[in-house]
Structures are given as C-alpha cells and as structure tokens.
C-alpha cells in the first residue's frame, strides 16, 4: 500500500490548496497505527516472541494471564503470546499475498476491458459475474474440499474468489477515464494496450484503487480466519489468528484469554483497516476529486 | 410509450438461467476431475479389479466428463441428486430435513433481523449526524468489519459465560416447551440478526438519506413539515425501492453466516451437513449442497436486482 507522489491523481493545480485535500484525521491515524503496529509484530515474529511456538510451558491448560504468560496459555499449555505473534504472519502475510494478486490481475483486467471494449470485454464480464454469484465461502470450502489445504492452494483460492471484484470496481473507473480527451489523443498517437492501460489510465485511478485495495484485503483476513476457524483453512503445526480461535474455542465457557485474544485480535485489525479507508484523505478516496 | 420494465426483468431472469449454469458446470467439473478413481474410493483398496471395472460401468465413469455431467444435471431436475460416498445414503434424504432447519434459522432470523435494521437505518438517518447516529454508524461497521464467528464467540461470552442466560454451545433437542424452543434457537439467531442487521442498517440508512437530499425534501422542509413527518411521509415511499433492494442483498449474506453459525453451535442445518462432506470428502453430498446454496444466493440477488427495476419509476 504505498502512495508515491508520483502515482497520485494527476493534475492537481500547485496552488497552496493542493495538498489540503491530503490532511489526515485523528481517527484515521489510530487506525493508521494499529495497522502499522501488526504489520511490525509480522515482519519482525522471530525476534520477539518469548518462548517457542510449539513448546508447552504451562502445567495448566487455558491458564490465566499473569507475569511471564502475559496472555495466558492454550489448550495445551503454550503460551497464547508467542503464538498470537507468529499467527499475525500468517493472517497477514497470506492475506497480503492473496489480496496482492487478486487487485493486480482484477485491475489489469477491468482496465484492458475498459479499453478494449466489445467481444473481449463482454466475455471476461460475463464470466467474472457468474464467478460472483457464488458464495465465497463456499467457493473456499469446495476448493478445500477438491485440492486440500495448503498454504499456496489459500493464497490461490483467496485471490480467485476476489478477482471479479476488484475487476468490476476498476472496469467501471477505468471505463469513466476511457472517454476523456487525453485517451482519444493517445490512441490517435497510436499508443498501445500497455501503455495506455499503465500510463494513461492507471495513473487517474489509483487513488480508489488502493482504497478499494485495502477494503479486499478486510475481506480476505475475514474469509481466512472463517475458513481456519472451521478446520479448512491454515492446518497445524501452522496456525493463523482463526485457527488459534478453533483450537481454544473449548475455553470459551470459562473465558479464557488464549479464546478471547486471538478474537480480538482479528476484530482491531479489520476495523482498523476499515476506519483507515473510511478516513483516508478525501483526494485519494475520490475519483472526481483529482 | 411502452414499458420497458418486462424486458428488463426477462434480461436479468436470463442472465440469472445462464449464470446457474456457468456455475453449476463449476460445481460439476471442480469437484468430479480430481486426482482418483470414485470407484475404487467407494470399493476400497482390496477391491477386484472386475469390481472396479463393473461399478465404473454402473455410474457411467468411463463415459466423457460432458455427458456425466449431463446425466447429473437430468438428476437434479428429477430430484435425484446421487448417492452420499459416505454412508450410502440417498443425498435427498440427507438434504431434506436439513435444509427446513436451515429455513427455519434462516426465517426467524429474518423476522427478528429486518424491523430491527429498518427502523435503526431509518431513525439514523432521519437524525443525521448526531450522536445516535454516530454510535450506530460506529457499531454497524464494527460488527461488519468483525468475523461471524468472533460474534458467536462474544455473543457467548456475553449471554452465556458472564449473564448465564442461556447454554453456552449445545444445540439441544428439548424444544417441547416455550422456553426450550427459546433457548435453543436464541444464540444463532442473535449472532446472525447481528451480521445481516448491521449490513442493512448502512444501506437503509444510505439510501434514506440520498432521498433526503432531493429538492422535493427541501421543500418539504421549507414549507415546514416536522422531522419526522418529512422522512416519513416524504421521503420514505421514494427510498423503499433502494430499501428493498438492501434487505434482499444483506439477506444473501446468511448464506455465509450460516456456514459459520451451524458450525460454531452444532445446529443441524445443511450448513453443517456441507462442512461436514468436506471433511470427509463426500463429492455428491458437496454438489448438491453447493447447488442449493448458488440457487438461494441468486434468488436473492436475482430478486434484488428486479426489486430495483420495478422500484425505478423513470423505466415505467
């Protein structure tokens, strides 16, 4: 998700109001930091957990929180902390790489069909719609069901089922910026696909696609943790925030932390990157505002 | 001038025809090409290969994938939809019940779910940018943002663990009484209420406030029509349309809630019965089971949509 200068909507005029426009509010920044903070815990996962993953270290199981296991331990006495820090590079971590390929082939897509037009574009419509009209839920369990679980096999599979929407969120702006004066120029020039697509049309609308970005991203940590959540998704030894949820669910009737946390866990990072989107600055969350 | 509204309707009854198909040739071809033979799966490791050779010729496995599926498809409008590998139960008879209790979830949670939403999106938006509105904007994306199966989670910690309401994650069968009936279906009905509500919360509350920016609204106000009475009476019948139009979009969000809902509280809907298949790879009960849930998910996109059409007065 990074915005260099360059990429932003072009033509913003230079006056001194130029960059009001970007002003970020309080609540976008908490967002903004929390966001950060489990990016970090998943980069840097090795370096800080306390005790080994896998190592059970408390005689009790579901134990309580209390020095040394700060967030308690699990249904077989490993300690909750260590394991919430390594499930962030799961949860993270694979949904980035699913939320990335799904945005780069939908948008590539809608913008090539918006270009193009006709047979090519009725085609790749038609079909991306039926594969909308699938539940994605289920669309992951008949995966999981067909091929198995792995940890290739969720990246492809989350980033399959939300192709077609990112692909018809970018048709539709790709399609508004097709009609102006500077496309028909181009194309008089005698420009081709590739260039138009990379360097006259993706440049206009790349503000709402990150947007749009971040809010598929939301989607997939949601569809990942169901899917783990109910055995199909991140198999043990691994486990992501949804399968530390699964594991412990038999300490729910005694509220034990090692159930809660993985919870919310899952629920700060997604409203956060919900109120970040929802309070990103007005010039890169709106089309017309360029 | 002739009505464009029954062409419209024909159009998206067809586009809904053809996208069945489309997916019911995915369902088909997703999970019958998989690596293995069925007949030896069902037969077993120490089968002849006589065995294997006859049942392959009995379920028509040496025949092309194209004309299975067609057979399968023929099945399905005859009501027959195979055979469970599982147990060898006929799928019918497993779906059957399920499906009614899935129904039922599914209805009561409606009942409970669209007054509710309705009358929060509405009173939002009629006293925008307050606080109310405020805390239920706050909430609804929340709850939105939050997986099914973390509110199962806190709807139990809540009502169960710490209240003690109600039991915490046994669906039981004592449901001859009142207060049984109650009991039991209380906790998925709530967890459900919660995720569908919040979604047609934002889109009442998003569709009530476009109307209340039209110049007739204005003019309502202008003229000195109460708050109330100006949402209600003026601006209401032109949002039902869109209103509509969201609760049978955030209605179509069940079908995942359910998923999670029956698994999380052991209810025995056809949810659970699908997850279940998937565990043990039962490939005809997944089929018919994904068939149904495609079929409910676009007849309620489907009816969306023609909802919007009929609730467009400029196509009339």
Request: charge should be positive; glycine fraction near 8%; include cysteine.
């Amino acid at each position: 998700m990074k915005t260099h200068s360059s990429t932003e909507p072009r033509a913003s005029t230079g006056s001194l109001t130029a960059w009001s426009g970007y002003r970020i509010n309080l609540v976008g920044l908490a967002a903004f930091s929390v966001v950060l903070f489990w990016a970090l815990v998943a980069l840097f996962a090795p370096y800080i957990t306390p005790h080994s993953v896998g190592e059970m270290i408390d005689l009790d199981y579901f134990g309580p929180m209390r020095p040394g296991l700060w967030l308690g331990s699990d249904y077989l006495g490993r300690d909750m902390l260590s394991r919430i820090i390594y499930g962030a590079r799961y949860t993270v971590g694979i949904s980035l790489a699913a939320v990335s390929i799904a945005c780069f082939t939908g948008v590539v897509l809608g913008m090539t069909s918006a270009v193009l037009r006709g047979p090519v574009d009725m085609v790749v419509s038609r079909i991306l719609d039926a594969m909308n009209s699938i539940p994605s839920k289920l669309f992951g369990l008949m995966v999981v069901a067909a091929v198995g679980s792995s940890i290739p096999v969720l990246i492809l599979t989350l980033s399959v089922i939300y192709v077609p929407g990112a692909y018809r969120f970018s048709r539709a702006l790709a399609i508004n910026i097709d009609t102006m004066d500077f496309i028909m120029v181009a194309r008089i020039r005698g420009e081709r696909l590739p260039y138009l697509i990379a360097s006259e049309i993706l440049p206009n609308i790349i503000g709402p696609v990150l947007a749009d970005l971040g809010l598929r991203f939301v989607f997939i940590v949601l569809l990942l943790s169901g899917l783990s959540f109910l055995g199909l998704g991140v198999q043990p030894p691994y486990a992501d925030w949804g399968a530390l949820v699964r594991e412990n669910i038999g300490g729910l009737p005694f509220a034990a932390p090692a159930v809660i946390v993985p919870s919310l866990a899952i629920a700060t990072l997604t409203i956060s990157v919900n109120l970040l989107i929802d309070n990103l600055p007005q010039k890169i969350r709106d089309r017309s505002a360029s | 001038m002739t009505s464009r509204v029954p062409s419209l309707i024909l159009g998206r009854l067809l586009i809904a025809l053809v996208t069945l198909t489309i997916v019911s040739f995915a369902v088909f071809f997703a999970t019958t090409l998989l690596p293995g033979d069925t007949a030896t799966i069902l037969l077993g490791q120490a089968a002849t290969p006589e065995a294997v050779a006859g049942l392959r010729t009995a379920m028509h496995l040496d025949e092309p994938a194209l004309l299975r599926f067609v057979y399968w498809i023929g099945g399905l409008f005859q009501g027959d939809l195979g055979t469970s590998y599982a147990n060898h139960v006929p799928v019918a008879t497993l779906v059957s019940g399920r499906l009614a209790n899935t129904l039922k979830l599914a209805g009561l949670t409606t009942l409970v779910s669209v007054p509710l939403a309705l009358t929060l999106g509405i009173t939002a938006a009629m006293w925008r940018r307050t606080l109310y509105d405020r805390i239920v904007t706050i909430a609804t994306i929340g709850v939105i943002s939050v997986p099914e199966f973390v509110l199962a989670t806190l709807a139990v910690l809540v009502f169960a663990v710490y209240l003690k309401w109600l039991p915490a994650l046994s669906f039981t069968y004592n449901i001859d009484s009142f207060s049984g009936l109650l009991r039991a279906y209380a906790m998925p009905v709530i967890t459900l209420t919660f995720g569908v509500s919040a979604q047609m919360i934002r889109m009442t509350r998003a569709a009530v406030i476009e109307t209340l920016n039209t110049p007739y609204v204005e003019m309502a106000l202008l003229k000195g029509a109460s708050r109330p009475r100006m949402v209600l009476r003026h601006a209401l019948p032109n949002a039902l349309g869109p209103i509509s139009n969201a609760v049978a979009l955030s209605l179509s969000y069940l079908l995942g809630g359910v998923i999670i809902v029956e698994t999380i509280f052991n209810y025995p809907g056809i949810a659970k019965l699908m997850v279940d298949a998937v565990s043990t790879r039962d490939l005809p009960l997944i089929q018919s089971c994904a068939m149904i849930f495609c079929f409910g998910y676009l007849i309620l996109i489907t009816t969306a949509d023609i909802v919007a059409i009929l609730s467009n007065p400029r196509l009339r």
